[in-house]
Protein backbone atom coordinates (compact mmCIF):
# COMPACT_ATOMS: atom_id res chain seq x y z
CA UNK A 1 0.00 0.00 0.00
CA UNK A 2 1.46 3.41 -1.19
CA UNK A 3 0.47 6.94 0.08
CA UNK A 4 0.63 9.76 -2.07
CA UNK A 5 2.15 12.96 -0.49
CA UNK A 6 1.29 16.53 -0.79
CA UNK A 7 3.14 19.23 -0.27
CA UNK A 8 2.44 22.19 2.33
CA UNK A 9 4.43 25.04 2.09
CA UNK A 10 7.00 22.74 1.32
CA UNK A 11 6.65 20.38 3.95
CA UNK A 12 5.10 16.78 3.18
CA UNK A 13 1.85 15.38 4.35
CA UNK A 14 0.74 12.06 3.11
CA UNK A 15 -3.61 11.67 1.85
CA UNK A 16 -5.61 8.79 2.73
CA UNK A 17 -8.69 8.09 3.73
CA UNK A 18 -7.42 5.01 5.50
CA UNK A 19 -3.78 5.81 7.71
CA UNK A 20 -5.54 3.38 10.33
CA UNK A 21 -5.66 0.62 7.43
CA UNK A 22 -2.37 1.37 6.54
CA UNK A 23 -0.58 1.65 9.78
CA UNK A 24 -1.51 -1.64 10.80
CA UNK A 25 -0.77 -3.55 7.86
CA UNK A 26 2.85 -1.95 8.59
CA UNK A 27 2.40 -3.18 12.05
CA UNK A 28 1.41 -6.49 11.06
CA UNK A 29 4.28 -6.94 8.10
CA UNK A 30 6.91 -6.15 11.12
CA UNK A 31 8.20 -2.79 8.70
CA UNK A 32 9.90 -0.36 10.77
CA UNK A 33 7.74 3.25 10.87
CA UNK A 34 7.92 6.52 11.93
CA UNK A 35 4.40 8.00 12.24
CA UNK A 36 4.32 12.10 12.38
CA UNK A 37 1.13 14.10 13.29
CA UNK A 38 1.26 17.06 11.44
CA UNK A 39 -0.33 20.33 12.41
CA UNK A 40 0.39 23.89 11.21
CA UNK A 41 3.11 24.86 14.07
CA UNK A 42 5.38 21.61 13.13
CA UNK A 43 5.58 22.60 9.43
CA UNK A 44 6.66 26.29 10.25
CA UNK A 45 9.34 24.67 12.73
CA UNK A 46 10.48 22.37 10.11
CA UNK A 47 10.39 25.77 7.50
CA UNK A 48 13.18 27.17 9.84
CA UNK A 49 14.60 23.71 11.15
CA UNK A 50 16.46 22.05 8.24
CA UNK A 51 17.09 19.35 10.98
CA UNK A 52 13.36 18.48 11.48
CA UNK A 53 12.62 19.05 7.95
CA UNK A 54 15.01 15.91 6.77
CA UNK A 55 13.35 13.96 9.52
CA UNK A 56 9.90 14.94 8.06
CA UNK A 57 10.99 13.59 4.37
CA UNK A 58 12.60 10.47 5.85
CA UNK A 59 9.20 9.60 7.95
CA UNK A 60 7.08 7.40 6.23
CA UNK A 61 3.59 8.58 7.25
CA UNK A 62 2.70 12.52 8.24
CA UNK A 63 -0.65 12.40 8.91
CA UNK A 64 -2.78 15.38 9.36
CA UNK A 65 -3.66 16.13 12.77
CA UNK A 66 -3.80 20.10 12.80
CA UNK A 67 -7.05 21.46 11.58
CA UNK A 68 -4.46 24.01 10.11
CA UNK A 69 -3.50 21.28 8.07
CA UNK A 70 -6.86 20.29 6.65
CA UNK A 71 -7.65 23.84 5.91
CA UNK A 72 -4.73 24.43 3.61
CA UNK A 73 -4.87 21.14 1.43
CA UNK A 74 -8.62 22.20 1.39
CA UNK A 75 -7.07 25.87 -0.39
CA UNK A 76 -5.76 23.00 -3.05
CA UNK A 77 -9.35 21.33 -3.50
CA UNK A 78 -8.22 18.45 -1.08
CA UNK A 79 -10.53 16.85 1.26
CA UNK A 80 -8.22 14.94 4.06
CA UNK A 81 -10.15 13.84 6.91
CA UNK A 82 -8.06 15.22 10.00
CA UNK A 83 -6.39 12.30 12.05
CA UNK A 84 -5.86 13.77 15.84
CA UNK A 85 -2.53 11.91 16.93
CA UNK A 86 -4.49 11.42 20.31
CA UNK A 87 -6.98 9.12 18.51
CA UNK A 88 -4.58 7.26 16.49
CA UNK A 89 -2.08 6.60 19.71
CA UNK A 90 -4.81 4.84 21.72
CA UNK A 91 -6.29 2.94 18.80
CA UNK A 92 -2.82 1.78 18.71
CA UNK A 93 -2.51 0.72 22.21
CA UNK A 94 -6.30 -1.08 21.77
CA UNK A 95 -4.54 -3.05 18.84
CA UNK A 96 -1.70 -4.01 21.12
CA UNK A 97 -3.93 -4.63 24.13
CA UNK A 98 -6.69 -7.24 22.09
CA UNK A 99 -2.89 -8.78 20.72
CA UNK A 100 -1.14 -8.76 24.52
CA UNK A 101 2.19 -10.16 24.19
CA UNK A 102 2.39 -10.40 20.60
CA UNK A 103 2.00 -6.87 20.52
CA UNK A 104 4.44 -5.13 23.44
CA UNK A 105 4.63 -1.73 24.01
CA UNK A 106 6.75 1.31 25.14
CA UNK A 107 5.92 4.52 26.44
CA UNK A 108 8.03 7.41 26.96
CA UNK A 109 7.41 11.20 27.70
CA UNK A 110 5.32 13.73 29.79
CA UNK A 111 6.02 14.70 33.63
CA UNK A 112 6.67 11.41 35.88
CA UNK A 113 3.27 11.75 37.58
CA UNK A 114 1.57 12.54 34.37
CA UNK A 115 2.99 8.87 32.51
CA UNK A 116 2.14 6.67 35.50
CA UNK A 117 -1.25 7.73 35.51
CA UNK A 118 -1.35 6.93 31.88
CA UNK A 119 0.05 3.58 32.41
CA UNK A 120 -2.52 3.29 35.09
CA UNK A 121 -5.48 4.40 32.82
CA UNK A 122 -4.50 2.39 29.86
CA UNK A 123 -3.47 -0.86 32.02
CA UNK A 124 -6.97 -0.61 33.62
CA UNK A 125 -8.69 -0.29 30.26
CA UNK A 126 -6.66 -2.94 28.90
CA UNK A 127 -5.61 -6.08 30.61
CA UNK A 128 -3.75 -8.07 28.22
CA UNK A 129 -1.86 -4.54 27.40
CA UNK A 130 1.73 -5.46 28.23
CA UNK A 131 4.28 -2.60 28.54
CA UNK A 132 7.71 -3.51 28.30
CA UNK A 133 9.30 0.04 28.84
CA UNK A 134 8.73 2.96 30.31
CA UNK A 135 9.94 6.21 31.35
CA UNK A 136 8.73 9.91 31.79
CA UNK A 137 10.10 12.62 29.68
CA UNK A 138 12.42 14.10 31.87
CA UNK A 139 15.25 11.06 32.63
CA UNK A 140 18.84 12.07 32.70
CA UNK A 141 20.87 11.34 29.93
CA UNK A 142 22.72 8.08 31.54
CA UNK A 143 18.66 6.88 32.20
CA UNK A 144 17.79 7.75 28.58
CA UNK A 145 20.64 4.84 27.45
CA UNK A 146 18.98 2.74 29.75
CA UNK A 147 15.59 2.82 28.23
CA UNK A 148 17.38 2.63 24.93
CA UNK A 149 18.97 -0.70 25.90
CA UNK A 150 15.90 -1.80 27.37
CA UNK A 151 13.89 -0.97 24.53
CA UNK A 152 16.53 -2.48 22.09
CA UNK A 153 16.38 -5.75 24.41
CA UNK A 154 12.50 -5.83 24.52
CA UNK A 155 12.25 -5.01 20.87
CA UNK A 156 8.26 -3.65 21.69
CA UNK A 157 6.22 -3.44 18.31
CA UNK A 158 4.53 0.24 19.28
CA UNK A 159 7.01 2.78 20.79
CA UNK A 160 5.23 6.13 21.86
CA UNK A 161 7.05 9.07 22.27
CA UNK A 162 5.62 12.29 24.21
CA UNK A 163 8.09 14.88 24.19
CA UNK A 164 6.83 17.76 22.01
CA UNK A 165 7.54 19.02 19.13
CA UNK A 166 10.17 18.22 17.49
CA UNK A 167 11.92 16.56 20.41
CA UNK A 168 9.84 13.47 20.17
CA UNK A 169 10.76 13.40 15.79
CA UNK A 170 14.11 13.69 16.98
CA UNK A 171 14.39 11.18 19.27
CA UNK A 172 12.66 8.71 17.33
CA UNK A 173 14.65 9.61 14.26
CA UNK A 174 18.09 9.04 16.29
CA UNK A 175 16.72 5.93 17.86
CA UNK A 176 14.19 4.30 15.27
CA UNK A 177 16.71 1.90 14.23
CA UNK A 178 17.08 -0.05 17.26
CA UNK A 179 13.70 -1.75 17.12
CA UNK A 180 13.52 -2.67 13.16
CA UNK A 181 10.07 -4.28 12.76
CA UNK A 182 8.09 -1.59 15.30
CA UNK A 183 6.34 1.47 14.51
CA UNK A 184 7.23 4.55 16.33
CA UNK A 185 4.95 7.53 17.06
CA UNK A 186 5.46 11.22 18.19
CA UNK A 187 1.72 11.70 20.21
CA UNK A 188 2.89 15.38 22.07
CA UNK A 189 0.40 15.93 24.53
CA UNK A 190 -1.71 12.03 24.29
CA UNK A 191 -0.44 10.95 27.76
CA UNK A 192 -1.55 14.30 29.55
CA UNK A 193 -5.04 13.73 28.27
CA UNK A 194 -4.98 10.07 29.62
CA UNK A 195 -3.55 10.86 32.76
CA UNK A 196 -6.81 12.82 33.29
CA UNK A 197 -4.48 15.78 33.97
CA UNK A 198 -5.71 18.09 30.98
CA UNK A 199 -9.02 17.84 29.14
CA UNK A 200 -9.28 16.75 25.71
CA UNK A 201 -11.65 19.43 23.56
CA UNK A 202 -15.73 17.93 23.82
CA UNK A 203 -16.54 16.16 20.02
CA UNK A 204 -18.26 19.40 19.10
CA UNK A 205 -14.78 21.14 18.99
CA UNK A 206 -13.27 18.22 17.38
CA UNK A 207 -15.53 17.85 14.59
CA UNK A 208 -15.49 21.91 14.31
CA UNK A 209 -12.01 21.83 13.84
CA UNK A 210 -11.71 24.33 16.66
CA UNK A 211 -9.63 21.58 19.50
CA UNK A 212 -6.90 24.27 18.88
CA UNK A 213 -9.09 27.19 20.60
CA UNK A 214 -10.22 24.60 23.56
CA UNK A 215 -6.69 23.93 23.99
CA UNK A 216 -5.38 27.57 24.08
CA UNK A 217 -8.47 28.35 26.65
CA UNK A 218 -7.19 25.26 28.54
CA UNK A 219 -3.67 26.31 28.39
CA UNK A 220 -3.53 29.67 27.88
CA UNK A 221 0.13 29.64 28.22
CA UNK A 222 0.18 28.59 24.54
CA UNK A 223 -0.99 31.97 22.93
CA UNK A 224 2.57 32.50 22.10
CA UNK A 225 3.23 29.40 20.70
CA UNK A 226 -0.36 29.84 18.62
CA UNK A 227 0.45 33.11 17.00
CA UNK A 228 2.48 31.27 14.46
CA UNK A 229 -1.14 29.87 13.38
CA UNK A 230 -2.46 32.82 11.80
CA UNK A 231 0.86 33.23 9.85
CA UNK A 232 0.72 29.83 8.19
CA UNK A 233 -2.84 30.67 7.16
CA UNK A 234 -1.67 33.28 5.17
CA UNK A 235 1.10 31.83 4.21
CA UNK A 236 -0.90 28.73 2.74
CA UNK A 237 -3.71 30.74 1.47
CA UNK A 238 -0.57 32.90 -0.64
CA UNK A 239 0.90 29.66 -1.76
CA UNK A 240 -2.81 29.11 -3.16
CA UNK A 241 -3.24 32.37 -4.95
CA UNK A 242 0.43 31.81 -6.39
CA UNK A 243 -1.23 28.78 -7.61
CA UNK A 244 1.88 26.41 -6.09
N1 LIG B 1 7.62 16.86 27.67
C1 LIG B 1 8.50 15.92 28.12
N2 LIG B 1 9.82 16.26 28.24
C2 LIG B 1 10.29 17.48 27.90
C3 LIG B 1 9.37 18.44 27.41
C4 LIG B 1 8.04 18.10 27.28
O1 LIG B 1 8.12 14.81 28.42
O2 LIG B 1 11.48 17.72 28.03
C5 LIG B 1 6.21 16.48 27.57
C6 LIG B 1 5.27 17.39 28.31
O3 LIG B 1 5.21 17.00 29.68
C7 LIG B 1 3.97 17.14 27.57
C8 LIG B 1 4.45 16.83 26.15
O4 LIG B 1 5.84 16.58 26.24
O5 LIG B 1 3.33 16.01 28.10
C9 LIG B 1 4.32 17.98 25.17
O6 LIG B 1 3.06 18.33 25.07
P1 LIG B 1 2.61 19.46 24.09
O7 LIG B 1 1.17 19.53 24.24
O8 LIG B 1 3.41 20.70 24.27
O9 LIG B 1 2.96 18.77 22.70
P2 LIG B 1 3.21 19.41 21.30
O10 LIG B 1 2.09 20.36 21.05
O11 LIG B 1 4.56 20.06 21.35
O12 LIG B 1 3.20 18.19 20.44
Known amino acids: MTLSKHQILGQPVNLSPDYWGWLVDRLDRGINTHVVTMNAEMVMQANQNPAL ?62 LLKAVAFWRNRLPGLLIVAQADGYISESAQQELIAQIQQQQPKVIMVALGIPRQEVWIAQNRHICPQAIWI ?10 GTKKRAPKIFQKLNLEWLYRLGQEPSRWRR ?12 KERLHGR
Open 53 to 114: AKILQQADLIAADGAGIVLALKFHGINQQRCAGIDLGAKLLELAGERGAACPVALYGGRPEV
Open 226 to 237: MLVLPQFMLLAL
Open 186 to 195: GIGGSFDVWS
